[in-house]
């Protein structure tokens, strides 16, 4: 592995985020060698800790990862706090001279990564200060990694973006979009590229819809206060899910290289309709889970969930249907919707593909077929919990007489594999040293989501909904089944 030589520093080294998935991911990066002797990490937070005590809580962070006694020290050694107060612009001062002294205890070169794994409220002024306290370095790289949500509608998005814009250029921006980084998303453009059978059938010719689900059984935790504010629509579709789609829906880049992927993602995001509100209104869904009861669980509705409102109007469900106004997806519904407390979890995508032009297998006089439905192929993508995908045909039932029977090609990657394959914060911080955009979202895609997004919550916001209306434990309300039915398809997927 090559070794990566730059200082990192987290914002927000004591929360959620980084104890999870950031030491974690660091300590897997440096067993496979890619971190070595030439690196060293900054955590930052509100909290006065030492460097011991700091060091102890990243060793408990990567337990679950089996490391040697030596390993954890070894690791552990080049972890550092420093308590700091993001809105306090003598506490970058602190953070310059430690940053400056550890760049030359480890030589570092200059190189940074500066990871902001904080409410995203604070963005802003921690970029500005980074720039005005001189903290960016003149040698070396200077990166940003930033996590969600980036901004909370198109005008708050474009102002932080400019904010950042003065102390980073674009290509030095990583905003996260951790689906980014799951092996099966990007399994989505191996399937699509790699294979003729799939590529030359990816359109409106042959394809019917295209399903997407995000589902979570879960609710909403200890999570509400900021849900409250986010809901479903911009926790999920903004992001992940139009991210899914664009991957699913642009053309083949004429590389597999960072700026031609991302010209077809903004190409193919550019040319989903944007509707009006009645549009909006008529082609997408909300929810808000009730009560209810799964395998033997009774669950209380979302209303009553920890620092929820009572009367919260907050959706914790959509679907809703794209339409890509293009040559290729011209009358092709892209199906989306996800939701908290539903049937199962998984995340998976279903693309439908059209009839045979005639069924010659129908029921008829001199004819010995009984059976006359056809069910569609149907490829699935598994992206979690398992990973893998599989595909539909009708074959013949075995026997006397004609009928067919669907029979399905599956494939899964074994749990090993899947154990064993780099988590999507090691690879997205992998690419982000590596300074590979990829799999990342870029302003002009994080710019076109939020406008599609807009009108859909300035709709909802003129209109009052009828909440709670679907039950725990159920794939959503009726109104979900309903926008498939009226264009004659249904959900692939009702576990
Ligand atoms: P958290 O609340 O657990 O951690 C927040 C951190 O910010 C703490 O270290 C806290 O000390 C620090 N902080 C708060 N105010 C501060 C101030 N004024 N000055 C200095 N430090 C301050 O949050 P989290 O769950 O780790 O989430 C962080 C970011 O990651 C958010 O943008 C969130 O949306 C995103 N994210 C989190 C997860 C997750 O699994 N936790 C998943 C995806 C995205």
Redesign the pocket.
């Known amino acids: 592995a090559n070794e990566n030589t730059v200082l990192f520093t987290i914002?927000?080294?004591?929360?959620?985020?980084?104890?999870?998935?950031l030491y974690p991911s660091l300590f897997r990066l440096f067993k496979k060698g890619n971190l070595g002797t030439h690196f060293a990490v900054i955590g930052?937070?509100?909290?006065e800790w030492s460097d011991e005590y700091y060091r102890d809580i990243v060793r408990e962070t990567i337990q679950d990862l089996n490391p040697t006694n030596e390993e954890a020290e070894d690791f552990s050694s080049h972890f550092y706090y420093q308590?700091?107060?993001?809105?306090?612009s003598e506490h970058y001062d602190t953070l310059k001279n430690l940053a400056d002294k550890l760049d030359e205890q480890y030589n570092l070169n200059g190189n940074r990564l500066y990871y902001?794994?904080?409410?995203?409220q604070?963005?802003g002024t921690i970029v500005s200060h980074l720039k005005s306290q001189k903290i960016i370095t003149d040698n070396g790289f200077n990166r940003l990694v930033i996590?969600?949500?980036f901004g909370s509608d198109y005008q708050s998005a474009y102002e932080l973006n400019q904010q950042i814009r003065l102390a980073f250029p674009e290509q030095d921006i990583f905003r996260?979009d951790?689906y980014l980084g799951k092996e099966m998303i990007q399994n989505i453009s191996a399937i699509r590229f790699a294979n003729n059978i799939f590529e030359s059938q990816w359109n409106n010719r042959y394809i019917d819809n295209v399903q997407i689900t995000f589902a979570e059984n879960l609710g909403v935790e200890d999570r509400g206060g900021?849900y409250e504010h986010s809901g479903a629509l911009k926790d999920m579709v903004q992001n992940h899910i139009l991210q899914v789609v664009s991957l699913l829906a642009m053309e083949p880049p004429v590389a597999f290289s960072e700026k031609e992927i991302r010209t077809e993602k903004v190409k193919a995001l550019n040319a989903i309709r944007v509707y009006d509100e009645k549009e909006a209104l008529n082609n997408f869904v909300r929810g808000q889970y009730g009560g209810g009861q799964l395998d033997n669980q009774t669950y209380i509705d979302y209303r009553h969930e920890e620092n929820v409102s009572e009367s919260s109007e907050t959706e914790t469900f959509v679907a809703g249907k794209f339409m890509i106004d293009n040559f290729r997806w011209s009358g092709v519904p892209f199906y989306v919707r996800t939701g908290k407390r539903l049937t199962e979890k998984g995340t998976r995508i279903n693309i439908v593909f059209k009839q045979v032009p005639v069924n010659v297998f129908k029921p008829s006089i001199e004819g010995t077929c009984e059976n006359s439905d056809l069910p569609p192929n149907v490829l699935t993508i598994y992206i979690q919990p398992t990973e893998g995908f599989s595909m539909t045909l009708n074959g013949k039932e075995v026997g006397q007489g004609f009928n067919t029977l669907p029979v399905k090609l599956d494939f899964r990657h074994s749990a090993e594999t899947v154990s064993n394959s780099p988590e999507a914060y090691e690879k997205l911080i992998l690419d982000a040293l590596n300074g590979d955009g990829t799999n990342f979202s870029h302003w002009d895609e994080v710019a076109q989501s939020w406008h599609l997004v807009d009108v859909i919550r300035s709709s909802w916001d003129k209109t009052t909904p009828d909440f709670p209306n679907y039950a725990a434990g159920t794939m959503g309300p009726k109104a979900a089944f309903d926008l498939l039915e009226r264009d004659g398809f249904q959900w692939i997927w009702e576990p």
């Open positions: 914002f927000g080294g004591t929360g959620d985020l980084a104890k999870r998935k930052t937070a509100r909290r308590s700091h107060n993001v809105n306090d902001l794994a904080m409410a995203p604070f963005f996590e969600k949500p996260i951790h900021y």
